[in-house]
């Protein structure tokens, strides 16, 4: 089994930061990609952000220069340092990751549960 639990999401003002931690938990061989994604009310889950196992990143334009994707491969954590927040960065963020399980090197997609970021004054 593997988890992916995130945290550090809350309610910010306008122009403040927040970061938040994804870690993946259970029986996992290794870890490619990691990835944040993010969902407003009414509108369909968009892709935030996104690090290669070694330190390849890529971000959605409305984020570039924003927000930062991060990796602890010895913690199994990924992290999205936010900062400049704006009202439109509210919705839930979701973490995902490719995994390969042990024993049996099963490759499998996981997701965290989200949490919510509110930028509002």
């Known amino acids: 089994q593997v988890q992916l639990v995130e945290s550090g999401g809350g309610l910010v003002q306008p122009g403040g930061s927040l970061r938040l931690s994804c870690a993946a938990s259970g029986s996992i061989f290794s870890i490619g990609t990691m990835d944040w994604y993010r969902q407003a009310p009414g509108k369909e889950r968009e892709l935030v952000a996104t690090i290669a196992s070694g330190v390849g990143t890529n971000y959605a334009d409305s984020v570039k220069g924003r927000f930062t994707i991060s990796r602890d491969n010895a913690k199994n954590t990924v992290y999205l340092q936010m900062n400049s927040l704006k009202p439109e960065d509210t919705a839930v963020y979701y973490c995902?990751?490719?995994?390969?399980?042990?024993?049996?090197?099963?490759?499998?997609?996981?997701w965290g549960q989200g949490t919510q970021v509110t930028v509002s004054s």
């Open positions: 995902r990751a490719r995994i390969t399980t042990t024993p049996r090197g099963y490759v499998g997609i996981y």
